[in-house]
């Protein structure tokens, strides 16, 4: 095992320091990767590229970290921030407009909803929202357009929908 595994350390070290472009994260990364290949190694086929396993290995856990920085954002010493890196706006506001959109999505009726979420959401077309939901393509034009007045309307805290004035034929 160890005899497959030691002479490919420098090129998982070059390839993690490529995706990474940090030394030390790198380093980490390439020890992680061993000590789960070491663990796993019972795993591997018998039959397969020790070479292409370790890589896999490697890529998959950089690309899991990279989301998880994405996520968390970078780190920052607190004693090196200064107040502008750490302080951000309010974000109450924003939170409260998305549950009333939400709010307002779960009162629109189910097929215009349905369209609403292919349309906007999927980005299906109108044919494939049509073909999705076994009807017209006008169909489809209809029931978004409504609903997108509708959900216009409840957001801007309308209930009731514009009436329009209509003159009265004797």
């Not at 390839?15 to 994260?25: G, P």
């Not at 790198?26 to 000590?35: G, K």
Request: glycine share 4%.
């Amino acid at each position: 095992m160890m005899l497959l595994i030691e002479p490919l350390i420098p090129r998982l070290r070059r390839y993690a320091r490529v995706l990474l472009r940090d030394s030390a994260a790198a380093d980490d990364l390439v020890q992680d990767c061993l000590e789960r290949a070491i663990s796993r190694w019972h795993q591997r086929r018998a039959d397969g590229d020790a070479r292409a396993w370790l890589f896999t290995i490697l890529h998959n856990l950089a690309m899991n970290r990279m989301r998880q920085t994405a996520r968390r954002g970078a780190h920052v010493q607190v004693e090196d921030a200064s107040p502008a890196a750490v302080a951000r706006a309010p974000d109450q506001e924003a939170g409260i407009h998305q549950r009333d959109v939400l709010q307002a999505l779960d009162r629109l009726p189910d097929d215009q909803r349905a369209v609403l979420l292919l349309v906007t959401i999927e980005e299906l077309s109108y044919a494939d929202a049509a073909k999705a939901l076994g009807v017209p393509i006008g169909t489809v034009m209809s029931r978004l357009s409504r609903a997108r007045t509708r959900l216009r309307e409840e957001i801007a805290g309308r209930d009731q929908p514009a009436v329009s004035h209509l003159r009265r034929v004797k």
